[in-house]
């Protein structure tokens, strides 16, 4: 009989993957049937908790790939007698158990005491080099129907010899291809974990990959600090009641480690029998040891990570037994991970420096605002009292000197009003803090009242202005408030900016899913220069005869941000000597809303 499973007790999937090594192993099996005289020949290899056929000659169909378990082989082969490598079980001795599981030929024994029985078992198990049973050799049925003769023991010892080889090294080439596919299914999941946007993400995203492929029980990782003075180190470990270490206590060694290790752009094994390594004393390397015995480790690969010339941090996998060494593939594959997270700790401190200067910039805008609101009411108050009191003036009794004065007085304070209430709301649009809480807003009646209030200084400087506005409303999620001086701002702009018999058209239409307002004038027009800089605070044109006319340098940066808490963008289309279009495009209303009848024109 020939210890393996029945036909019906099938494995999941085929015996072996590789099929060069699954036709040596064929061809084994076949030449031992043949040479050495018997019908029927299998190898059986383990794996795992069960042993699976992967090879047989002389059987039915369907027999490779069976599987029979591990005690079943290991108690009838204890119970076995020895002849040289080879173990047999006379058919009285053949237990039940094994019967279960066994493939019994259909054949009549012969009479002698030298006869083959159907139940007896000639096995010849192989062993690795650290005495693990690997596998199974056995043959059924000899041609001649008796026990195999000295002759045919030497033909089977030969081919038992034959057999561990071959065993070995297909076992070996099968270790090393599942190291190779699953170091690079490590490789991609972690560069597949790069898009997360922190490194704590990275890491959560691929550590247990990383820990199962490598085979591993854990693994940490120490991530340095820009500045370079301190680490963050995250640990992950398959058993969840694992206790943290403390660090600490060997900080001091490994991070030396790293940096000398990724200056030369070495990943290496550390246990009990690999203590010596470039760079590492006797002493710290009995404190590494010392440590890792604390923490029931027996061996740790350790990795390097780093951008550039700069290390960043370092890798440990763990493993508990040295037992099971780490393989050039998997220290290969360890290295490109380093070489990956290092890209994510970078990553990590180039996005919490950009935080750092964001948060910074924040608290500044936040100052800046404070100051401005404090300034301008501080401002207010005074220059109120200082106007009412020029208006209370009577003029009639000043000379002309004295009217003059008045005069100059009243529009300097006019023109303080007009910066302060910039800065005021410059400072509320810029407000972080500030809510905006959008409401539907008619743009198509912003535009109609700001008109009204403006055509009569048009007028008075002698330029005409047209509204060209639709018959239905053109809603639009904001703050009416905002909106009307985001579009008085443009409109003044565009009046102040034209001569006496120009023209200045505002027109607001729906495209899309945006509402377009387009304010254009036939006035003095901006350089290429200057419209580089429209939106920066307090910038006043280089034109002189821009400079001529009064301004804050604050109106055009107002427009900017109110566009922009609306979600929407502002764009300025000019040529000096040939006038301005300023464009502002913002998101329409997307709810329902009963319409309003249209302004008059």
Known sequence: ?????????????????????????????????????????????????????????????????????????????????????????????????????????????????????????????????????????????????????????????????????????????????????????????????????????????????????????????????????GSTTTSYAVDETYDVPPFDDIDDVVVGLARTYWADQVVTPFSRDHLDHPGLSPEDAGRLLGFLDGIGIGSVLFVPMGVGPECVGFLVLTRVSASRPWSDVEVEAARDIGRDLGLAVGKARQLELERAVVDRLRRLDSYRVEVVNTLGHELRNPLFSMSANLELLDTDRLDEDGRRSVAAATRGARRMRAVIDDMLTMAQVSDPHREFDPIPVDLRRVVHDVYEECHAAASAGGVTCDADLPDEPLLVPGDAEELHRLLTNLATNAIKYTDPGGRVTVRVARQDDSVVVAVTDTGIGISEADRTQLFREFFRSTNPAALARPGTGLGLAIVARIAARHGGTVDIDSERGRGTTATVVLPAWAGDVSPEPAPAS
């Open 1 to 229: 009989m020939s210890v393996e499973p029945r036909p019906g007790r099938r494995a999941a999937e085929p015996a072996w993957d590789d099929e060069q090594t699954r036709q040596h192993l064929q061809v084994l099996v076949e030449g031992v049937a043949t040479l050495a005289g018997f019908a029927q020949s299998s190898l059986t290899l383990r794996r795992d908790d069960h042993f699976e056929v992967v090879a047989a000659a002389g059987v039915e169909d369907g027999f490779v790939g069976t599987r029979v378990p591990v005690e079943s082989i290991e108690r009838e082969l204890e119970d076995a007698d020895e002849w040289g490598v080879w173990r047999f079980v006379p058919h009285d001795r053949a237990s039940a158990e094994s019967l279960a599981y066994s493939h019994i030929p259909d054949v009549t024994p012969l009479e002698g005491e030298d006869a083959w029985h159907p139940l007896d078992l000639l096995a010849a198990p192989v062993h690795d080099d650290q005495g693990r049973l690997r596998g199974v050799l056995s043959v059924d049925i000899p041609d001649d129907g008796r026990l195999p003769s000295p002759a045919k023991m030497e033909v089977l010892t030969r081919y038992a010899g034959l057999a561990r080889t071959l065993v070995l090294l297909a076992l070996e080439r099968e270790e090393l291809s599942q190291q190779v596919r699953m170091a690079a299914q490590a490789r991609q999941i972690v560069r597949q974990a790069l898009g997360e946007p922190t490194l704590e993400l990275v890491l959560e995203a691929c550590r247990a990959a990383v820990v199962s492929c490598f085979d591993a029980v854990g693994m940490w990782l120490t991530a340095f600090d820009a500045d370079g003075t």
